[in-house]
């Protein structure tokens, strides 16, 4: 079964600081592969995702993510941290190929950011 | 355009009761999926209905059920609640079937199930 580990529960940063966000999965095929936020008392949004093509995806809010078979890894980042961003951040995983909608999410990281 | 709606948006239930949650899609959406996040376990996938149908489904047990109506509304059902049930219920919805996974869903802000 595929999985992701998001490295580190919780992440601290000063605004205006580098935002990096660890995720790695699990499986001999690269699979589809997702970050999504969750904001207080909502639900969750994409912010990007890499399904295949280039292995640099940019999403919104001046998010991206980088996908390295070699290290299975799909790490989210943001240059310049602001305060809305803190939030819980989710990578999660699909097998390709697969059709319907069953990702398989990570733990999440809350990112907290300081003034 | 309207996101995703569910209903109700808190529920305190007590051992042994059945509750169903609602969910409403975005217009156009047929693909429903359901989640449930708990802080111990995280987002766990429950099920997926796609025109009706159940075409996904998690590893939960049967006390666990939901349906998808022809409007693309779902429900989902738990019978003989237990402690362990409280958590938040999300679902989410996807546009029509694209060649590979729905790879965007569309986030309702939950139910939060407490049973006590």
């Known amino acids: 079964a595929q999985s992701v580990t998001q490295l580190g529960s919780h992440v601290s940063v000063s605004e205006g600081a580098l935002v990096l966000l660890r995720c790695n999965y699990s499986?001999?095929?690269?699979?589809?592969l997702f970050w999504y936020v969750q904001y207080p008392n909502q639900g969750l949004q994409l912010l990007l995702k890499?399904?295949?093509?280039?292995?640099l995806v940019k999403g919104i809010n001046g998010f991206e993510a980088e996908f390295k078979k070699s290290e299975t890894s799909f790490h989210l980042t943001k240059p310049s941290a602001h305060m809305s961003d803190a939030a819980e951040y989710f990578c999660?995983?699909?097998?390709?190929?697969?059709?319907?909608?069953?990702?398989?999410f990570g733990e999440g990281t809350q990112l907290t950011v300081n003034p | 355009k309207a996101g995703v709606t569910q209903t109700p948006r808190y529920l305190i239930k007590t051992r042994g009761q059945q509750v169903t949650l609602s969910c409403s899609p975005i217009s156009g959406h047929r693909s429903v999926s359901w989640y449930q996040q708990t802080p111990g376990q995280g987002l766990q996938f429950l099920f997926e209905?796609?025109?009706?149908?159940?075409?996904n489904k998690g590893n939960f047990p049967g006390r666990f059920s939901g349906r998808q109506f022809s409007n693309s509304r779902s429900e989902m059902n738990v019978s003989t609640l237990e402690l362990g049930d409280s958590a938040l219920y999300l679902c989410a919805s996807s546009p029509p079937d694209t060649e590979g996974p729905n790879e965007k869903l569309f986030f309702g802000s939950g139910t939060q199930l407490s049973v006590l």
């Open positions: 999660a995983v699909s097998p390709l190929g697969a059709s319907g909608s069953r990702l398989t």
């Open positions: 499986s001999s095929v690269p699979p589809y």
């Open positions: 890499y399904t295949t093509g280039a292995t």
């Open positions: 209905y796609f025109s009706e149908t159940q075409r």
